[in-house]
DNA sequence: GCTGCATGATGAA
DNA sequence: TCATCCTGCAGCA
């Protein structure tokens, strides 16, 4: 589930829902009940995303670190919440819901320091867009001589792609992943940023990775884009290209695989 | 019940 | 490049 997007959107459902509220916290999975019991009690502030990475900020000053990495998920229910499996590392209550928190790489309490030193290593967020944004991007990439494919998964480079961004970016700039970074032109630099805050502001705002087209394909909005027609390459491999037909290929790239387009992603 | 796989990241070799 | 850590789910017996 979480690529950027999907980090972004639950900053803001949950900020929305909890922002304000003085929460109940514990840790039925154990393994984070010293954090939940300094938290427990207190009201959370605000919620930060940056990147993939989650700051809620509480009252007297603590900071929340959550990255969800590749397993992470959170689930909230308005009433009713099930019990928390095994696996339920964080669970908070308030008036306004239940949230669970199963899986994360991390979930710990953060000094001010420790924070400085994460958002130093990323590089610009497409989805938290400063003027400088694309130039720093541009310009990390004209820098790289590793294939495109693998600078697109560095964060220090650009903040919160993964795999299925990486390879519709690609896909629909259509840029070989194998091709060096350093080759790639400014303007194709300056359209795969764009591309990435168009494809994860749409994800931002529907909870799912859509990037086709969905006017061509015959939708109103890329919400009504069924399950199936969502992507052109990712996982797509041996299947016809939505666009010319040609097999899609794949290749492993930094320990990933990537999926692309022979024909539209020439080499 | 078991196996394999997944939209992530790190540290050692 | 590899091993490792983090869970849940589908597919199979």
């Not at 996982?235 to 999926?259: D, F, K, M, N, Y």
């Amino acid at each position: 589930m979480p690529e950027g997007h999907t980090i972004h959107r639950a900053a803001r459902l949950q900020r929305r829902r909890f922002a304000g509220s003085r929460l109940s916290l514990d840790s039925p999975q154990g393994r984070f009940s010293e954090g939940a019991a300094a938290l427990d009690g207190r009201t959370l502030i605000t919620i930060d995303a940056y990147g993939k990475h989650l700051f809620y900020r509480w009252e007297d000053g603590e900071t929340l670190h959550v990255h969800l990495g590749l397993f992470g998920r959170f689930r909230m229910w308005t009433s009713d919440p099930p019990e928390p499996t095994d696996g339920t590392r964080l669970r908070w209550r308030a008036d306004a819901g239940t949230l669970h928190l199963s899986g994360p790489t991390a979930c710990e309490l953060l000094d001010p320091d420790a924070e400085v030193a994460i958002r130093a290593r990323l590089g610009p967020d497409p989805l938290a867009p400063t003027p400088d944004g694309p130039v720093r991007f541009a310009r990390g990439l004209a820098r790289r001589r590793a294939p495109v494919g693998q600078a697109l998964l560095d964060q220090a480079l650009i903040a919160g792609i993964g795999n299925v961004y990486r390879a519709e970016m690609l896909f629909l700039a259509g840029i070989n992943p194998l091709r060096s970074a350093g080759d790639v032109t400014t303007a194709q630099a300056d359209q795969l940023w764009s591309l990435a805050v168009t494809l994860l502001g749409i994800g931002e705002r529907i909870g799912r990775i859509v990037t086709v087209d969905h006017a061509r394909r015959g939708y109103r909005r890329p919400r009504d884009v069924p399950r199936g027609e969502r992507l052109y390459v990712y996982r797509r491999h041996g299947e016809p290209c939505l666009v010319c037909g040609a097999q899609i290929e794949r290749v492993a790239l930094s320990g990933r695989t990537v999926w692309w387009c022979a024909t539209c992603q020439p080499s």
